[in-house]
């Protein structure tokens, strides 16, 4: 199994990002994408959860209303498209899979078995 995160990078507050997750190893449309943000010092936080089929599941209330993920079957992608980005939204963020967890509307487990490198976000102010 093997993801790749990207699309990472630096806005100001208030822009957009769209991060991607490069899928390969797995069957993509058997397994939910996690994505997950750890900034520094703090605990990493599961942010959002994009069902098997690629419906977007869970989100974290720190992101809800600014934040959409979908898959792209064909491209064995998975993306987050956040908007309305703020300086609190500065981390590493990696995305997650596993062949066993699943996601839920109100939960996203945090045991997820694989891991991408992160892609680092930066929003100024």
């Known amino acids: 199994v093997q993801l790749q995160a990207s699309g990472g990078g630096t806005v100001q507050s208030g822009g957009s990002l769209r991060l991607s997750c490069k899928a390969s190893g797995f069957m993509f449309t058997d397994q939910s994408i996690g994505w997950f943000r750890q900034a520094p010092g703090k605990e990493r936080e599961g942010v959002a959860c994009?069902?098997?089929?690629?419906?977007?599941?869970y989100t974290a209330d720190s992101v809800k209303g600014r934040v959409t993920g979908f898959k792209e079957i064909a491209k064995m992608t998975a993306y987050l498209q956040m908007d309305n980005l703020k300086p609190e939204d500065t981390a590493v963020y990696y995305c997650?899979?596993?062949?066993?967890?699943?996601?839920?509307?109100?939960?996203?487990?945090?045991?997820?078995?694989?891991w991408g490198h992160g892609t680092l976000v930066t929003v100024s102010s």
């Open positions: 997650a899979t596993d062949p066993v967890l699943w996601c839920g509307n109100t939960y996203m487990p945090s045991g997820f078995g694989s």
């Open positions: 994009i069902s098997a089929s690629g419906t977007l599941m």
